[in-house]
């Protein structure tokens, strides 16, 4: 009995010391992760940016630096525009948030001080390459009035002062900031493909095509019409490709026209039943694919065209590769020209 009593108590012994281990390793991890023992600190429900419901009228200019690109956010007498992208119009629904987002944000929980641990919480230095995200805001003459580095990781937004190394979780929200598409408002056209009656289609070498379908008819169904009645179709899903790739439109950046380098390499018209016309050009530069539009609506209730004209003159815009090819197909992609037909 002496002997299984012994057993057993060893064995609870060996348990413990095993739960003892396990548990001061968790502890030492934890405060390897928070930097300290404790999460609480005397910044603890403060304003992340001291005074900026203050000094946010007087905001000229919001600058987010990231490790591959930055963007510029700038007050001008029309509104807010982008400064990257020559002085397009951003989305005042994200300028309020932002707003808003930074005057309400407060400090948390702290987190880490330790700089090789700062990437764990988005909070690296972009200006080595880091995944944090500096935000520095300039006021009258072009004084810099708040600056923090934020970082998003799941749901939780984090914060640094720029230069300091202590990290905290931030109570609050933002609008997207790690991409500067997320802030122009580059939903130029909005049609639906059932709208969609014809496209004529200019390719690289100068030939035309015109496509047609009648209403009602499945959005498929684009066939050659006068002048090209007489052109066999070889690809029904070229054409429909190209009669609806309007309704899929989805820009990338803008620049302005007068930065474009090349004239136009193709053009591309789509017409609606209603009406409305949309003349594209495309271009081929040396950054990228990009389209100019024009619309075009008879009748005195044209606000359709005067819409998409307010979003779209004076202004280039990228598309991908994907869409170029819709825009800018060859004609003997689609048909076969009548006169070379046997």
């Known amino acids: 009995m002496s002997m299984v009593h012994h057993q057993a108590r060893r064995k609870s012994v060996l348990v413990l010391f095993g ?90 929980e702290r987190r880490t001080d330790d700089p090789y641990k700062h990437d764990r919480v988005g909070l690296s230095d972009p200006i080595e390459g880091g995944n944090g995200v500096l935000v520095e805001v300039f006021g009258i003459d072009n004084a810099l009035t708040h600056s923090v580095i934020v970082g998003r990781k799941s749901d939780d937004l984090y914060v640094r002062d720029p230069g300091d ?35 004529r289609i200019v390719d690289a070498q100068n030939r035309a095509l015109y496509l047609r379908r009648s209403e009602g008819s499945d959005t498929r169904s ?34 302005p026209v007068e930065d474009l380098i090349n004239p136009p390499i193709a053009r591309h018209i789509s017409e609606t039943f209603d009406g409305l016309e949309i003349n594209l050009q495309a271009y081929r530069e040396p950054n990228g694919f990009w389209v100019t ?3 075009i609506e008879a009748g005195e209730g044209a606000r359709r065209a005067e819409a998409i004209n307010e979003k779209a003159e004076g202004w280039a815009f990228r598309i991908s590769d994907y869409d170029f090819q819709d825009f800018t197909p060859s004609v003997t992609s689609i048909v076969e020209p009548a006169l ?3």
Do not use: C
């Open 165 to 199: 190394t202590q990290t905290y979780r931030a109570d609050g929200s933002l609008p997207p900031f790690y991409n500067r598409r997320a802030w122009l408002d580059l939903n130029i056209v909005e049609i639906d493909p059932a709208a969609i009656r014809s496209v």
């Open 293 to 295: 539009l024009r619309a």
């Open 340 to 342: 070379s037909a046997p």
């Open 19 to 108: 739960i003892a281990v396990a548990l001061w390793g968790l502890l030492g991890l934890t405060q390897l992760t928070m930097g300290g023992s404790s999460t609480t600190h005397s910044r603890m429900g403060a304003p992340v940016l001291a005074e900026f419901g203050a000094a946010r009228v007087d905001a000229q200019r919001i600058r987010f630096t990231l490790a591959d690109e930055s963007y510029t956010l700038q007050r001008t007498a029309a509104g807010w525009v982008m400064a990257e992208t020559g002085g397009y119009p951003v989305r005042m629904d994200r300028i309020a948030d932002l707003a808003t987002g930074l005057e309400t944000l407060t400090y948390d």
């Open 222 to 255: 684009f066939r050659p019409a006068p002048p090209n009645q007489n052109d066999r179709l070889i690809s029904r899903l070229a054409a429909s490709a190209t009669a609806l790739a309007i309704t899929r439109l989805t820009p990338q950046d803008v620049k």
